[in-house]
């Protein structure tokens, strides 16, 4: 059993994580859960993530999320989805009930008031902190600094299953309808349940370019570490790039065994656990 999660703000998820999995919940219910009580935090809307996130330049607020299962074809996703707070759970049903694997826009709000999901105004979804960032956005063309953050988690259950699941509320102030790497399958995250699983972080406009988690997922089937794997991929992007720098990416995987990896572009925090563990962890790496 493990589970990891980006970003130092995923440590109480993580930690809700390893009481599910340690009381034997399996993957995906751990996933969703951890993910769903993050986007639902409206203090936590300041790392970009569901209720109190920052809205799209015309003041509303718009979330991507999926959930992806080891097994062969278990995916589901929605993307510019207004008014739930929790996107995560209804990219689960589309994995479970719709018979597409990504919804979007108007089509997955009807599909989750079909489903029983309530609409919340607008002004729900926001917070004092992103309302009033909004307002200096159009004031005085103030921009978020560092908007790139992502839920990202990660779970290996006692039964061998794996998911991962990814959530965002995008980059702060974009186009209504932009839509980044996050609910992307292969970009934003992936998952293959006789190797591990994948999730990346960052600037998704870049991201999707690359196919990160897909590549991170197919180097550890091919025998690297989940470390070596990451590493392997962020080396890739920035030779294809050329010179030095690199748009912000943050990864992170999991393989079968509970071996826990990660790179990124700039200095990134994730937090982690494993059966050998008797806490979560963090580790900051880039500093």
Same mark, same amino acid.
Not at 210 to 218: G, I, K
Not at 230 to 257: P, T, Y
Not at 265 to 275: A, D, I, K, L, R
């Given at each position: ?12 998820? /993580? ?21 769903? $009580? ?22 509303? /607020? ?23 707070? *929790? ?5 689960? @049903? ?20 079909? #489903? ?23 004031? @005085?063309?103030? #921009? ?77 089937? *091919?025998?690297?570490?989940?470390? $070596?794997?990451?590493?392997?991929? #962020? ?12 748009? $912000? ?7 079968? @065994? ?22 979560? $962890?963090? #580790? /900051?790496?880039? *500093?």
């Amino acid at each position: 059993m493990a589970a990891v999660g980006t970003w130092s703000f995923s440590r109480p998820a /993580v930690e809700r994580m390893r009481c599910m999995l340690l009381a034997g919940q399996n993957a995906t219910d751990v996933v969703e859960t951890a993910i769903a $009580e993050v986007e639902d935090d409206v203090d936590t809307g300041r790392h970009i993530v569901g209720r109190g996130g920052y809205p799209n330049s015309k003041g509303v /607020v718009e979330c991507d999320a999926a959930i992806m299962e080891g097994v062969p074809g278990r995916f589901g996703a929605v993307a510019a989805l207004r008014g739930i707070a *929790q996107p995560c759970r209804v990219a689960r @049903k589309v994995m479970e009930k719709s018979p597409h694997s990504l919804l979007v826009g108007d089509g997955a709000e009807a599909f989750a008031q079909e #489903l029983g999901f309530t609409s919340e105004p607008n002004a729900n979804m926001l917070s004092d902190h992103s309302a009033t960032a909004y307002r200096e956005y159009l004031e @005085k063309n103030k #921009l978020v600094r560092g908007g790139h953050d992502t839920i990202g988690l990660i779970a290996l259950d006692l039964s061998g299953n794996i998911t991962v699941g990814v959530s965002t509320s995008g980059a702060p102030f974009k186009a209504p309808g932009r839509v980044g790497d996050s609910p992307l399958p292969g970009c934003g995250l992936y998952a293959d349940h006789k190797v591990g699983a994948a999730a990346a972080t960052g600037d998704g406009d870049k991201i999707m370019c690359y196919c990160p988690s897909f590549h991170v997922v197919q180097l550890m089937r *091919q025998g690297s570490s989940p470390n $070596e794997a990451c590493q392997a991929v #962020l080396a890739d992007i920035q030779r294809r790039i050329g010179g030095d720098k690199c748009f $912000e990416l943050g990864l992170i995987s999991l393989n079968m @065994k509970g071996e826990v990896g990660a790179a990124s572009s700039v200095e990134f925090p994730y937090t982690f656990w494993n059966q050998g563990l008797s806490s979560v $962890e963090e #580790l /900051v790496i880039n *500093q």
